[in-house]
């Protein structure tokens, strides 16, 4: 294996099998999203020795995006089979003005809305699109809540493979043209984002779409590993260092999982020393299943219909709900939930604080930083990252009531001093 890859100048795959998250069971590397034992997810389980054999060095030494952490994935070790469109590498920005207003010692924003279609589901789509390449898939499909959709779409101009995204049809219409701009096709469904997952899984079942991958149903393993990626990089960006306290939006609990799940192969394989690291998760009032678990102290999550301005996170059901709890709890972390006017304020203080404009995900993450951070849940003297996982442009409704001119003027020296321009 080492001699295949050093001639080759590619690495091993490291991952080994698909593992159930409940029982255990062990199957191969094919599309699958549940175990047929228990029917809880399965995710990919690695070769420990693979992983440990991957140097800082070997990472430094690759490209800027998320392919450097390749000999970490499950897909995508050579650079000829990936499909995608580059994402990662995104800026991490040390928030001190953010920071001073909200009493916290040392603040940073990972700011993931600056991938290639504006949201972190670059990630997740490249490595699921690659390993579905490799599956033989022909055909790229996904149930959205806006920004994955976008995220296919563009994958599969890319790629030049045909795409059918799904998503509710009351959808932000920003969300709707930027996937349908690529010009695959976009299937709105009459009914909630719950309705089109349920659809898709039944897509998946027919003989039409045997050769559809829906990266978040048959390929959904693959695809919840490239959120690692956003775990990986904020070490590296930080000097190979874990920071003290995560702030994570949670839609279907996915993506906090996983950068806890990054953190913690960082230590294992020797690429961090094993600093405690806590994580916190954030929803919107209008869909807080997985917050009002925790905070009723159940395992037991009881769906909801979703309502409020942040529909990237609108999931009612959340699929990796129970793992994000675990996560949760076994950190010492917390979890809260905030209202449409505090998730305008978190886009607005973000902003004017930062210059990062988030869409509504990122104002549920800042207003919730926020509550945490008053409620004395956050220490203040811990340094903490906060995820801005998509770009403000895509939910321009959210705050186009709140803000505008400042000052209309007509076009001479007279009116600007009039209207107090010259002090
Ligand atoms: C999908 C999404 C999330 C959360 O993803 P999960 O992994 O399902 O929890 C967060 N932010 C944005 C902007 C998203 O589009
Ligand atoms: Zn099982």
């Known amino acids: 294996m ?8 590619i690495a091993a795959n490291p991952a080994r099998a698909l593992v159930c998250r409940n029982c255990g069971a062990e199957y191969p590397l094919i599309a699958q999203n549940a175990c047929y034992e228990c029917f809880a997810p399965v995710e990919v389980g690695y070769d420990q020795a693979a992983l440990r054999a991957v140097t800082r060095a070997d990472i430094e030494a690759g490209p800027h995006n998320i392919w450097r952490y390749a000999p970490l994935l499950p897909a995508g070790q050579d650079p000829a089979s990936r499909v995608t469109v580059n994402p990662g590498m995104t800026p991490l920005i040390k928030a001190d003005a953010l920071a001073a207003e909200l009493g916290l010692k040392t ?8 991938n290639p279609t504006h949201s972190f589901k670059d990630r997740v789509v490249s490595v699921a699109l690659t390993a579905a390449k490799g599956l033989g898939f022909s055909r790229f499909a996904c149930a959205s809540t806006g920004n994955l959709a976008n995220s296919v779409a563009a994958h599969g101009a890319r790629a030049g493979v045909p795409s059918i995204v799904f998503i509710p049809y009351d959808l932000e219409q920003n969300k709707v043209v930027t996937s349908a701009v690529y010009q695959g096709q976009v299937v709105a469904i009459e009914g909630s984002y719950d309705d ?8 998946t079942e027919t003989d039409e779409f045997e050769e559809t991958a829906f990266v978040n149903v048959n ?3 693959y695809y919840a590993e490239g959120s690692k990626t ?5 070490a590296e960006q930080l000097g190979w260092r874990l920071p003290q306290q995560v702030v994570i939006p949670m839609a279907s609990g996915e993506l906090l999982t996983k950068i806890d799940k990054a953190f913690t192969e960082l230590v294992e394989i020797g ?12 929803q919107s009032a209008g869909c807080n299943p997985i917050a009002t678990a925790l905070h009723a102290g159940t395992d037991q999550i009881t769906p909801v219909k979703p309502t409020g301005i942040a529909k990237s996170l609108n999931i009612g059901d959340p699929a990796a709900g129970p793992y994000a709890l675990e996560a949760v709890r076994r950190t010492g972390g917390w979890m809260d939930y905030v209202t449409d006017d505090e998730i305008r304020d978190g886009i607005q203080l973000l902003a004017r604080t930062t210059g990062v404009f988030a869409e509504t995900a990122g104002g549920v993450t800042v207003a919730v930083l926020k509550k945490l951070v008053e409620a004395g849940k956050l220490d203040r003297d811990a340094e903490t990252v906060v995820y801005n996982t998509g770009e403000g442009l895509k939910t321009i409704d959210a705050v186009s009531a709140q803000v505008g001119p400042t000052h209309t003027v007509r076009p001479s020296l007279k009116a600007a001093r009039e209207a107090g321009l010259l002090g």
Request: proline content about 5%; charged content about 25%; aromatic content about 10%.
């Open 2 to 9: 080492s001699v295949i890859a050093a001639s080759s100048g």
């Open 107 to 114: 603040l940073w924003v990972k700011d993931d809305s600056a």
């Open 196 to 203: 089109v997952n349920r659809l898709c899984q039944e897509l």
């Open 219 to 221: 390929v959904r393993p």
């Open 230 to 234: 956003l775990g990986y990089e904020v």
């Open 271 to 282: 690429l961090v020393d094993d600093t405690p690291w806590r994580v916190f998760g954030a």
